[in-house]
Structures are given as C-alpha cells and as structure tokens.
C-alpha cells in the first residue's frame, strides 16, 4: 500500500508560479503511475498532470506548456511545476497513484490518493 502527502500549495498572484510535490511512502513507488488531479469549489474533481512508470508525461489540454510533471524515483516524489498561475487554477491539488501501466486520466484508476493541497491564486 502507498501513502501520499502533497505540499507545496499556497497564496500566489497571477502569473507567479508554485512547485508541488508529492511523498510517497509504502509499496514500490517506481512500478506506479502517477497523476495530479484538482477540485475548485463546486466542481468535479479533473485530471491535471500524469507520468507513466516508465516516465510518459501528459497533461490536460488547458495545462499544456504552464504545467510540469517530473518524477524523482530515487527520493520516492512526483512533482508539479505550474507557471503563470491564472485564478482558474485555483483548487485543491491531490497526487494520486496507479497500478495501471498505461496513461490514466480517470480518476477510478487510481487507488491512491493524498489529502490534498490547497492552490489559491490572486488576480
């Protein structure tokens, strides 16, 4: 079983940038997939980021070229890198992990999840 724990949220202004990561602890971290979802207030929870094991990186369509996933598998983390913040983007960003080797955008594939951290961005 894998444990996750986001930090790296926080209070910036449009157009700033925050870099989160994700701790993983428990199971063999480099054999999952991982994914970054977020939930604004009063929407659905959506994908955001994901990395294969292997390493493939894709990303939804509005977070293209503002947002970076990167995986560390000798310190057991994921990370997200997200450049000119927009006010849209404010959410709270969970990390998630998945036993399926193919790109997964849903969140029913993914078994594991963190508590999340909250992203709020100023205009």
């Known amino acids: 079983q894998v444990q996750l724990v986001e930090s790296g949220g926080g209070l910036v202004q449009a157009g700033g940038s925050l870099r989160l990561s994700c701790a993983a602890t428990?199971?063999?971290?480099?054999?999952?997939?991982m994914g970054w979802f977020r939930q604004a207030p009063g929407k659905e929870r959506e994908f955001v980021a994901g990395?294969?094991?292997?390493?493939?990186?894709y990303y939804t369509e509005s977070v293209k070229g503002r947002f970076t996933i990167s995986r560390d598998n000798a310190k057991n983390t994921v990370a997200l890198q997200i450049d000119s913040l927009k006010p849209e983007d404010t959410a709270v960003y969970y990390c998630?992990?998945?036993?399926?080797?193919?790109?997964?955008?849903?969140?029913?594939?993914?078994?594991?999840w963190g508590q999340g951290t909250q992203v709020t961005v100023s205009s």
């Open positions: 998630a992990a998945t036993r399926t080797p193919a790109i997964a955008t849903v969140s029913p594939a993914y078994g594991y």
């Open positions: 428990g199971g063999t971290f480099s054999s999952y997939g």
């Open positions: 990395i294969t094991w292997r390493g493939t990186t």
